[in-house]
């Protein structure tokens, strides 16, 4: 088993900056592909970035694209995302989570594991 804590959300102005952070126990998260998801109030949870297990290949939403980057450091057995120039539309719970199957995965059911969510608002 996995265990996934997400946090450094919260409220920013648009046009601003957050650093999300995924820390992982219980296992080596070298072993899993990670992933982050969002979801906006009536909306779908949706893929937001995915990185490999060496940290080496990235992949990103097309809305995030050059905005957000993903990254991971393995001996902390934490991952993170950088969010930058953020908008009004980026308001969402943020999910990580992580997938024991090679690959840049956007499809939700690969994924075992999941944090719990943090909330990131943008509003001025």
């Known amino acids: 088993q996995v265990q996934l804590v997400e946090s450094g959300g919260g409220l920013v102005q648009p046009g601003g900056s957050l650093r999300l952070s995924c820390a992982a126990s219980g296992r080596t998260l070298s072993n899993y592909g990670m992933g982050w998801f969002r979801q906006a109030p009536g909306k779908e949870r949706e893929f937001v970035a995915a990185v490999s297990r060496s940290g080496v290949n990235t992949f990103y939403a097309d809305s995030v694209k050059g905005r957000f980057t993903i990254s991971r450091d393995n001996a902390k057995n934490t991952g993170y995302l950088q969010m930058n120039s953020l908008k009004p539309e980026d308001t969402a719970i943020y999910y990580c989570?992580?997938?024991?199957?090679?690959?840049?995965?956007?499809?939700?059911?690969?994924?075992?594991?999941w944090g719990q969510g943090t909330q990131v608002t943008v509003s001025s």
């Open positions: 989570a992580a997938t024991p199957r090679y690959g840049l995965i956007r499809y939700q059911p690969a994924y075992d594991y």
